[in-house]
């Protein structure tokens, strides 16, 4: 199997509300989505979806960045991973949302060409896995009001966003608390919003409410103030801007910074390079979760939820950004069951069946 020719479509689909973080509000779904054509008709299906406020990547620059590899790729084989990936890493030095959108698409070739679905290849633990669901900044009681209503759908974990000041934080875990019940855990996520010091102070007031964990809370690049939070706190603590690649998670757990890893596709650059993060994890005795970017679509969300139920390592997954879309603009790869199941398609590959027609 050869790759003749790689086409790109870029796409922006509305959320159906703005959805606010510590570092902004995003407004859209912003998607490269690319089709990996071969020599025997199979065509590969991925994405690459830019968050700017976490990889600083940009649609346009995904987009050109994929255009870039044609000339590195068309000729290769899709299936021989490891050659793709040198390629790619020989073109462009970072690019995390490029490279994604390529490993997907030759990941979802190499489950085409085994006649088996991405999940069975990647470890085949279950064909499914099951997300939590995020509520952005708000007022207390709008955030108190979603969170109700999304446990009343069949949700048991709510992740919510914080990070504004202390007195506006407590209030909106007071709220939410109140609002579901104590049978609900909650995870807190920073993005980044605290100082290591405030980070401690604030977590244990926050912790009146029972936090499961807290996510990303101080800055991306001061690994020792995570390893401060980490040590000075009895809530789980978990790494989510501080680890894009397998050197990042290598750094982390060799200083115990964290107790959970946040893999995402779009930062880490794909599948192969979220195998080697779960791989250091796993033998630390660190856990990890699989999120995602609120930018992306059924694409990408079907591919991360693939590697999370193949792997026994992966407890945990953030996987609700197609919830906050107003349409789903791909056909085929995983199927919501219930609330909160992500059910993978046992077609070969990731099962995808192409765009939908507007």
Known sequence: MKITDIKVQTMEVPLLEPFRISLGVITHAKSAVVSVETDEGKVGYGEGSPGILITGENLPGTA????LLKKDLIGLDPTDLEAVYCAMK???????????????????LLGQKAGLPVYQLLGGLNNFIETDITVGINKPEIMAAKAKAWVEKGFD???TKVGTGIEEDVARIKAIREAVGSHVKIRVDANQGWSA?????FIQRLNEYDLELVEQPVPYHDIAGLEYVTKHTDVLIMADESCFMAT??????????VDVVNIKLMKCGGIREALKINAICEAAGIPCMLGCMAEETNIGVTAAASLGAA???I?????????????LPFKGGMQVEGANRLVLSEKPGFGFLGLKED
């Not at 050109?64 to 255009?67: K, L, P, Q, R, W």
């Not at 020989?90 to 979802?108: E, G, L, M, N, P």
């Not at 010091?197 to 102070?201: G, W």
Request: positive net charge; aromatic residues 2%; charged residues 30%.
């Open 64 to 67: 050109a960045g994929i255009e």
């Open 90 to 108: 020989r073109s462009q030095a970072h690019a995390s949302t490029v490279k994604a959108a390529i490993d997907i698409a030759c990941h979802d």
């Open 157 to 159: 974990t709510i992740k």
């Open 197 to 201: 010091k405030e980070a401690v102070q």
């Open 248 to 257: 990042d998670a290598l750094r982390l757990v060799e200083r115990r910074a």
């Open 311 to 313: 792997m026994k390592n």
């Open 315 to 327: 407890t945990r997954a953030d996987l609700d950004c197609t919830f906050s879309l107003s349409k």
